[in-house]
């Protein structure tokens, strides 16, 4: 449980926009300093395609990765991570071995609706 200083307001929740995606398009990144594929994720219209590195390569080969949805924050500024300006930040928890598991919608739900 979070101490009473590392508690937020529910406002600062709302200022973090986390949307949901499909990823469009996963590539290699041999350019990466840790194993990372590059990633295109298509969050609907109102968003659009965005650009993305990720770390999930020991739970994920590149064919599993296409058509999956996945929940990103839109809202952070760019980030250039070697030769890829990463436009969102793809959401994810660790295994016990520290191997990224990506946050996924259970049901179908519209791209980019945001989480509440």
Same mark, same amino acid.
């Given at each position: 449980?979070?101490?009473?200083?590392?508690?937020?307001?529910?406002?600062?929740?709302?200022?973090?926009?986390?949307?949901?995606?499909?990823?469009?398009?996963?590539?290699?990144? %041999?350019?990466?300093?840790?194993?990372?594929?590059?990633?295109?994720? @298509?969050?609907?219209?109102? *968003?659009? /395609?965005?650009?993305?590195?990720?770390?999930?390569?020991?739970?994920?080969?590149?064919?599993?990765?296409?058509?999956?949805?996945?929940?990103?924050?839109?809202?952070?500024?760019?980030?250039?991570?070697? %030769?890829?300006?990463?436009?969102?930040?793809?959401?994810?928890?660790? @295994?016990?071995?520290?191997? *990224?598991? /990506?946050?996924?919608?259970?049901?179908?739900?519209?791209?980019?609706?945001?989480?509440?």
């Amino acid at each position: 449980m979070a101490k009473s200083e590392d508690e937020i307001q529910f406002e600062d929740f709302l200022k973090v926009d986390i949307r949901v995606g499909v990823i469009v398009k996963a590539e290699e990144f %041999p350019e990466a300093r840790n194993p990372a594929y590059k990633l295109q994720i @298509d969050f609907g219209e109102e *968003i659009g /395609l965005k650009k993305s590195s990720a770390q999930i390569t020991k739970l994920y080969g590149l064919s599993d990765l296409v058509g999956r949805k996945i929940a990103a924050v839109v809202n952070f500024p760019p980030r250039q991570i070697g %030769p890829v300006m990463s436009e969102v930040l793809v959401l994810g928890f660790s @295994d016990e071995n520290g191997d *990224i598991s /990506l946050v996924s919608p259970q049901h179908d739900v519209p791209l980019g609706n945001r989480m509440h």
